[in-house]
């Protein structure tokens, strides 16, 4: 590609060949445009009456999620400044679990509003600044409103975990998993000078389809999809004493390769015996300690198993190391590297150390642990897809429960803060001067998009609804918001549809955030790739050819109804 050098001088040769640069005006349409569709393809599943997506990888998968981060995260966008919105559910989605589809709906709505304020010759920089502004004061708004709440208040909890739920396929129990899930929080959260933190991983999520989602079960305790090593070991054992045990009970294999000359079958023997000798005596190292449970995470030799089996002691080998780390954490065991350190003191306990058919498996399962500090979710549901979602929303759930246990304040949902803040930033927007003013009034605009969508999605008149929830809450009723089930207007706090103030307070900055960044950009350069014929579908610039022209969203391949989004190159 060849750039015009100054007027009247040769063309500056600069990027490869293929390369393509995409300047100014031209740049951010094409950004914001790309954005829009991200923002566009979530719009519809916001909220409890919003739809599910179904995305069918280039394997032919199929997955089911109603979740903002699942469907971005599979569709594997390829257009730089949409990359950029899916980034933003990721973040979401680690930093506080839900809200994924907000921060892209709320992103996306800042950019198509920027795009008329750019139309009417305002500058990008003003455009950021206004926006920024208006975050900061959003936050603070919302910190106004927010309630605090008792940190280990399981109403609350149930409650949030609930609201959380109620957007999903498992909205029709999620009375009986919130009970499950805060039970599993509150067990496993750690209290340090008076405030909790909570490790998510304390809490293992194991799913198997079949049974309904009532038969999902909380195990104080780890289950292990493993089976017993040893036919001839018991199946279950009741106060289990444990041995958490990081080594082999076989013999090392040497490195290199070794010849043992034997020349009669009384060295062999000898051979033989030597070995099942120093297998014997690990097992009996285990056998002194007291154990009645070994669980392994390296292998067990035969000959071990049928020592171990003659002592009565249930074996499993081969364990995860992430599942050794949570059993030492549930069982108050110590996982022992070299046999000789195993002492009594050292053992875990469990009431029940049980082997069970799950479907057509084998797990164990290690339960009734004494104030356990990691415990196990086991989910189940009508088919692989359902557990799969399923495991997605408890996901989000157990997110928000850590959410308010650590940050116990919370806010209304349906709506009620996100105009409560749309309705003070527009009064504050008026003591400013000029364009910014503009810009603060459209993130106003931007933010009202969360209630419009969720009674656009409830197929209430969004207009009414916006007006009159406006109206409400200008006479000072925060807790008003927009009751999607009954499809009109609520006390959110009656309805127990509450949200933790984390959620809102990431949405509102990743979206501003992502936004921002993709309104500074007037420049997207491309270099070609090495590889491949210049001026390829590879070579070209990502959505240079207006939105037709935008490669990969291949991972789309057959998702209904995508095709005529012009997102090309199934
Ligand atoms: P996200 O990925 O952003 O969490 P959801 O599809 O879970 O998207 O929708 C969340 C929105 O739905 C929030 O604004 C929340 O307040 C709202 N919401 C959840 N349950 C209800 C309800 N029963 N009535 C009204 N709004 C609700
Ligand atoms: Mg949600």
Not at 85 to 110: P, R
Not at 488 to 506: F, R
Not at 517 to 538: N, W
Request: charged residues 25%; proline residues 3%; hydrophobic residues 40%.
């Amino acid at each position: 590609m060849s750039i015009q050098g100054p007027r009247g001088t040769m063309p500056v040769v600069l990027l490869k060949e293929g390369s393509s640069e995409n300047k100014g005006r031209e740049a951010q349409k094409n950004n914001i445009a790309a954005a829009k569709i991200i923002a566009e393809i979530v719009h519809s599943s916001l909220g409890p009456r919003g739809m599910d997506k179904m995305l069918v990888d280039s394997l032919g998968d199929v997955t089911i999620t109603n979740d903002g981060a699942t469907i971005l995260k599979e569709i594997d966008v390829q257009h730089p400044a949409a990359k950029m919105l899916v980034e933003i559910s990721k973040t979401t989605d680690s930093e506080v679990g839900d809200g994924t589809t907000s921060a892209v709906i709320l992103a996306g709505a800042l950019l198509e509003n920027a795009e008329s304020l750019i139309n009417q010759d305002i500058h990008p920089t003003i455009i950021v600044d206004g926006y920024r502004k208006a975050s900061k004061k959003v936050l603070q708004y919302l910190k106004d409103i927010a309630e605090e709440v008792s940190a280990n208040d399981k109403s609350t909890l149930l409650k949030i975990a609930k609201t959380s739920m109620q957007t999903k396929l498992v909205r029709k129990e999620s009375d009986y998993l919130s009970n499950l899930i805060v039970s599993a929080v509150v067990s496993v959260a750690e209290k340090e000078t008076g405030k909790f933190t909570v490790d998510q991983d304390d809490v293992k999520v194991e799913k198997k389809a079949g049974g309904s989602m009532k038969d999902s079960v909380l195990i104080e305790g780890i289950v292990l999809d493993k089976e017993v090593v040893h036919s001839g070991m018991p199946k279950k054992i009741a106060e289990a004493k444990i041995a958490l045990i990081n080594t082999a009970l076989e013999i090392d294999k040497t490195e290199f390769d070794a010849k043992i000359n034997i020349s009669n079958p009384q060295q062999m023997k000898t051979f033989l015996d030597e070995e099942n000798r120093m297998l014997k005596n690990m097992v009996d190292k285990v056998i002194a300690s007291g154990a009645n449970v070994m669980l392994c995470q390296k292998g067990i030799d035969d000959m071990s198993q049928h020592y171990l089996a003659k002592a009565g002691i249930l074996s499993v080998r081969r364990v995860k190391e992430s599942d050794m780390a949570k059993l030492a954490k549930a069982t108050g065991g110590r996982i022992v590297t070299n046999l000789d350190d195993l002492f009594e003191k050292d053992l875990g306990s469990a009431q029940l150390v049980e082997e069970r058919k799950i479907e057509e498996d084998r797990w164990v399962f290690v339960e009734g642990c004494k104030n356990p500090k990691s415990v196990t979710l086991l989910l189940r549901g009508g088919s692989q897809r359902v557990v799969d979602e399923v495991e997605r929303s408890v996901h989000d759930a157990i997110m928000v429960v850590k959410d308010v246990m650590e940050n116990p304040s919370i806010v209304a949902g349906g709506g009620a803060p996100e105009i409560y803040a749309a309705t003070k930033l527009r009064s504050w927007a008026k003591s400013l001067e000029g364009r910014e003013q503009l810009a603060v009034e459209k993130f106003a605009d931007s933010l009202e998009e969360i209630p419009l969508t969720l009674s656009e999605n409830a197929g209430m008149d969004p207009i009414d609804t916006l007006t009159n929830l406006r109206s409400r809450q200008l006479k000072g009723e925060k807790w008003t918001g927009i009751d999607v089930m009954r499809a009109k207007l609520g006390n959110m706090k009656t309805h127990d549809i509450i949200e933790p103030l984390a959620v809102k307070n990431q949405i509102v900055s990743a979206a501003t955030e992502a936004a921002c960044m993709i309104l500074r950009i007037d420049d997207v350069i491309s270099i070609a790739k090495s590889a491949g014929p210049p001026g390829g579908p590879e070579g070209g610039m990502p959505g240079m050819g207006g939105m037709g022209g935008m490669p990969g969203m291949g991972g789309m391949g057959g998702m209904p109804g995508m095709g005529d989004m012009g997102m090309g190159e199934m």
